[in-house]
């Protein structure tokens, strides 16, 4: 049997009855269309039977033809699954994540609900055209949010990217053929001008001021590490001795509290110590066992971040003169970063410091720190051609 075919239902008794109650119907007054004569039949890779009926055998051939197409190069999607409600999918998707952490899920979980769902949880996955994402991503930029102001770039990036992974979802699980959330412009993100680069001196002042915490600032000043990381660090994972950190696992905020998981982009390292920080660090390892933390408040709980700012680490940037310029904890990570581009550190080891899923991010943040070395690339090549001309002049051309 062919896999797609049209049926004439002239003689099909449900197509009669059906066509004497539309005539009967349009006596009385009615303009409702006239039941289908033609049928296009065929059977979906499931094996399962299809249907759709046509008025005029031209379209129904039409049909049969994009059927048949579909169906041999693989791109076929059942007309039915299309009309899958979004908030179907949504929940779908959101439910299958799996490699997320659950601070990621819960992120998704709020956007899902805050602004993705409620635009387009009642429509159908299929009846979503690229023009309506376009216009929602008008919407978010000119509307103010669930908070009262206006979204941020990233915000709405974030939003955008929600929506976009559950219409993927919708294409992988042959919904939809394409993804309309993908090709859209949005909006730049705003200037990053917020980089503060403290000297040597100023992070020596800073940690001076901090007192007992003043080693937690010199390993986030220098090492580079996340306030999350730093809190959830245990003593058996500082190697004094080879002057490493070993990072692995980090503190997050979510519903109840806060919560030991993964580090970010699940990117576990070692992160190198100052041999100048050995000693300063030794006391705080020496006291404690290998699964306390390394920086714990007076019981060894960890340092909750909305207490410890306010209390101890704002009155040090006040006390070290180092007010006004925006510095805060997760901020040292841009100083680490410069001290150690400074002093000659590589792309890749300060990726491994920071903890950045590639290099083309560390670039992106901090390449305009490297030094220029582009005279001395080319005196490096210049010595190098004057080396080749020298031995050519030397040597007696050959056959002489």
């Given at each position: ?303 909750r971040y909305s207490t410890w700012r306010p209390a101890v680490f704002d009155p040090a940037v006040k006390a070290a003169g ?79």
């Open positions: 049997m062919a896999r797609v075919w049209i049926e004439d239902r002239a003689n099909h008794a449900d197509y009669q009855a059906a066509l004497e109650k539309w005539q009967a119907a349009k006596r009385e007054g009615s303009k409702r269309q006239p039941p289908g004569r033609w049928r296009v039949r065929w059977y979906g890779p499931d094996g399962k039977p299809k249907a759709k009926t046509f008025g005029t055998l031209p379209p129904a051939e039409a049909e049969k033809n994009a059927i048949t197409a579909r169906l041999d190069k693989g791109s076929y999607r059942d007309p039915q699954s299309g009309k899958a409600a979004f908030s179907v999918v949504a929940e779908e998707w959101h439910g299958s994540l799996r490699k997320q952490a659950e601070r990621t899920r819960n992120d998704y979980r709020e956007l899902l609900d805050l602004y993705v769902i409620p635009k387009w949880g009642t429509w159908q996955v299929a009846a979503i055209r690229w023009e309506d994402v376009s216009g929602w991503i008008t919407e978010l930029c000119r509307q103010p949010g669930k908070r009262g102001g206006l979204l941020s770039p990233a915000r709405i990036a974030k939003t955008h990217l929600v929506f976009s992974m559950v219409m993927k979802h919708a294409v992988r699980t042959g919904r939809i053929a394409v993804n309309p959330a993908v090709g859209h412009d949005l909006p730049p993100p705003e200037d990053d001008d917020e980089h503060v680069y403290l000297t040597h001196e100023q992070l020596e002042a800073l940690a001076d001021a901090a007192g007992e915490h003043r080693p937690l600032l010199l390993v986030l000043g220098y090492c580079g590490i996340r306030w999350g990381e730093a809190t959830a660090l245990e003593v058996g994972r500082v190697q004094l001795e080879a002057r490493r950190l070993r990072i692995v696992q980090a503190h997050s905020r979510v519903k109840g509290g806060m919560k030991v998981g993964p580090v970010k982009n699940r990117e576990k390292r070692s992160v190198p110590l100052l041999a100048s920080m050995v000693e300063e660090l030794r006391p705080l390892v020496g006291k404690r066992g290998q699964r306390e933390l390394l920086f714990a408040g007076p019981e060894g709980e960890h340092l180092l007010d006004g310029l925006g510095v805060t904890p997760h901020k040292l990570r841009h100083t680490a970063a410069s001290l150690a581009i400074a002093a000659g550190a590589d792309v890749k080891v300060v990726q491994q410091m920071l903890g950045h899923k590639s290099a083309a991010m560390t670039l992106d943040v901090y390449g305009h720190l490297w030094p220029d070395r582009l005279d001395e690339v080319a005196d490096a090549l210049d010595a190098g051609r004057k080396s080749a001309l020298a031995k050519l002049t030397a040597e007696p051309p050959p056959g002489s």
